[in-house]
């Protein structure tokens, strides 16, 4: 093993930028910190009771937007706020120091994000395809087992960053840019605490405004506010049939919703452009051919494609917008077959720097043998999943997390759910008839990639700060255990049943559910087949599939300059299986954040970020709290 001196405790460390330009034998010599306080108890601690509450908001705008966002911004600047408040009242001798934070990021982190991803698709997609004349509500499977089976996913990907992380991070260097700006803001927030007041200020402020839209628009019995405002009615009217619709019939409203516009500042004007766009085709193109689109179903039946236009995206748009996701994912990653190859070609050099301080491989073999013999003994005895498949899932997963991995450091994109798709589809053609089987493994693949990816992003935050892998590894494990309960918790408070993810009596669904519907989609079309289907939901998915491909294949063909002006796959696909009002009040927000920074970049960053990450907090969070309360006095 070879030597090894830590940076004296007490001294300023390396900035992040100069760390990221140093090898890993110098990074052992210069910017390893193992003497500073890092895996604290007030750091898991903190850590553990941020990623809790965050585990919730993220369920929330996961159920509300399709989207689920990394909280480590908001972790960090509100564990400094908190701190830096009890110091100075004389609480605490001293508030966390800047390893101490890393760590709490990494457990809060792990809470919020590497958890709550299976509650917001596919087990509400396995409650939607439960509902039936016998079971209008649908049938929930018991929270211990839905609570197992996250925990046993999220260890599996904790544990498939272990190898990853030294060739990716040490060695290659790849940018991980999410992991980076978080050491970054870290640094910042520990060098200069003053620069960060107006950030701080900014995030409280827009909490609080957060918090107040769902305590006026959704108390029920106690509403101050509509849920949205007819404010495009003026448009021309939709003729249908003979009938005549306003643009509010076909879902073209102004959204009560600040959560919705932060969500749009961090996906981007591009994206939710595209979404706006989609929408729009769902709303007034798919809509009026839908109710006019008669079939006579195997029961004899007549039936219209759609039965109303407001509910369009979610009896048409998913039709086109999942096989479109789908396809793309099928090219974008048989393109990227060569970071797939580096991932397994690249071997361990001969030196051994920092042997002592990496995480052992022995913790991969464990937790691999233990995680992964867990979800096929879970899989085998609550969701009747084959034992060969089952261990085939783990196996899948293990490649998959390496690929995402690795795209994720050189893109900043993790393809966890195009992925998961693909296992759905795969395991869907080995075990037809059976959705829980496509769904489960489709969940084990999506969600251990997304949390092996998190896990190194979070690794090459504290890499670039100078802290200790296995503590962080530690820190990360921990958050599990809080995210997990978290998730399960607010996972049955907002959907006690079906009802709160189908459209009904004119109204759209208290939560749309994007990811539910795709999974769901899917798995219909896997277990009933193509001829089962309204011909015009079939025309559809041959649609959808060939502009995924078409997309693709041209971005990939294209000089970049180029291929920034083609459609957005992602903001196409989602927007088309959307509310185009959560489209169009995402697109406000996005639209904003990109006026400020066109005006000026580094104030926007102080202020657009935080009040987004802001509102996102607050009304996820008082949303959770309101559907508690509504759940009480029902």
Request: hydrophobic share 55%; proline share 5%.
């Amino acid at each position: 093993m070879a030597d090894h001196v830590a940076a004296p405790a007490g001294e300023p460390a390396l900035d992040p930028r100069a760390v990221s330009q140093i090898d890993e034998t110098d990074w052992v010599r210069r910017a390893y910190r193992g003497g500073d306080p890092q895996l604290t108890v007030r750091a898991i601690a903190t850590g553990l009771a941020l990623g809790f509450v965050l585990s919730f908001a993220n369920v929330y705008i996961g159920l509300k937007t399709g989207w689920f966002f990394s909280m480590a911004l908001a972790a960090c600047l509100s564990s400094f706020a908190i701190w830096r408040l009890l110091s100075s009242i004389g609480l605490v001798r001293s508030p966390l120091g800047l390893l101490e934070t890393n760590c709490m990021q990494s457990t809060a982190s792990s809470a919020a994000y590497a958890t709550g991803n299976m509650v917001v698709g596919v087990f509400p997609a396995m409650l939607l395809l439960s509902v039936s004349p016998a079971a209008p509500a649908g049938v929930q499977p018991h929270w211990a087992a839905i609570a197992a089976w996250i925990a046993c996913v999220a260890a599996l990907g904790v544990t498939l960053a272990i190898p990853l992380k030294r060739q990716l991070i040490n060695r290659e260097r790849l940018a991980f840019p999410s992991g980076t700006a978080a050491a970054i803001t870290l640094d910042a927030l520990h060098r200069t605490a003053a620069a960060v007041r107006s950030r701080t200020r900014a995030l409280a402020l827009a909490i609080a405004a957060g918090a107040v839209l769902p305590v006026l628009r959704d108390l029920r019995g106690h509403q101050v506010i509509a849920e949205s405002s007819k404010l495009f009615d003026w448009l021309p009217r939709i003729s249908v049939g003979g009938a005549s619709y306003a643009a509010s019939d076909a879902g073209l409203v102004l959204d009560h919703s600040l959560l919705l516009a932060g969500a749009g500042v961090f996906v981007g004007l591009r994206t939710t452009l595209w979404m706006v766009v989609g929408g729009a085709v769902t709303a007034f193109a798919l809509g009026p051919i839908g109710l006019t689109a008669m079939w006579t179903d195997a029961l004899g039946h007549s039936v219209a494609a759609t039965s109303r236009l407001g509910a369009a995206w979610a009896e048409l748009g998913i039709w086109a917008g999942a096989p479109l996701l789908i396809s793309y994912a099928v090219v974008a990653l048989a393109g990227s077959w060569r970071a797939f190859v580096r991932t397994f070609a690249r071997r361990a050099r001969a030196d051994d720097a920092g042997a002592g301080i990496e995480i052992p491989m022995a913790w991969f073999w464990a937790g691999f043998a233990l995680s992964g013999g867990a979800l096929v003994g879970l899989g085998r005895a609550l969701f009747d999943i084959p034992i060969v498949l089952g261990c085939l899932a783990v196996a899948v997963s293990l490649v998959f997390g390496m690929v995402a991995a690795r795209i994720t450091g050189e893109t900043d994109i993790t393809p966890g759910g195009p992925m998961g798709k693909l296992t759905q589809l795969g395991f869907g053609m080995l075990r037809p008839q059976h959705p829980s089987t496509n769904l489960l493994t489709a969940a084990m693949t999506h969600a251990s990639s997304v949390a092996a990816a998190d896990l190194l992003n979070d690794l090459k935050s504290g890499y670039l700060l100078g802290a200790d892998p296995r503590r962080q590894f530690v820190a990360q494990a921990l958050g599990i255990a809080a995210g997990t309960a978290a998730s399960v918790l607010a996972y049955f408070l907002l959907i006690p049943d079906a009802f709160a993810l189908i459209a009904g009596d004119g109204r759209t669904p208290q939560f749309a559910a994007p990811g539910a519907h795709q999974f769901r989609a899917i798995a219909e079309l896997l277990q009933y087949g193509l001829a089962n289907l309204h011909p015009l939901h079939r025309t559809l998915v041959v649609a959808g599939a060939v502009a995924g491909l078409v997309i693709a294949s041209i971005e990939r063909l294209c000089p970049p300059r180029v291929a920034r002006w083609l459609p957005s796959a992602a903001g196409l696909g989602l927007g088309l299986l959307l509310p185009l009002s959560t489209s169009v009040a995402m697109l406000i927000g996005a639209a904003i954040a990109a006026i400020a920074a066109a005006r000026d970049r580094a104030a926007a960053e102080r202020t657009v970020w935080p009040l987004a990450a802001g509102v996102l907090g607050g009304e996820s969070l008082a949303g959770v709290v309101v559907a508690l309360v509504n759940t009480v006095i029902r």
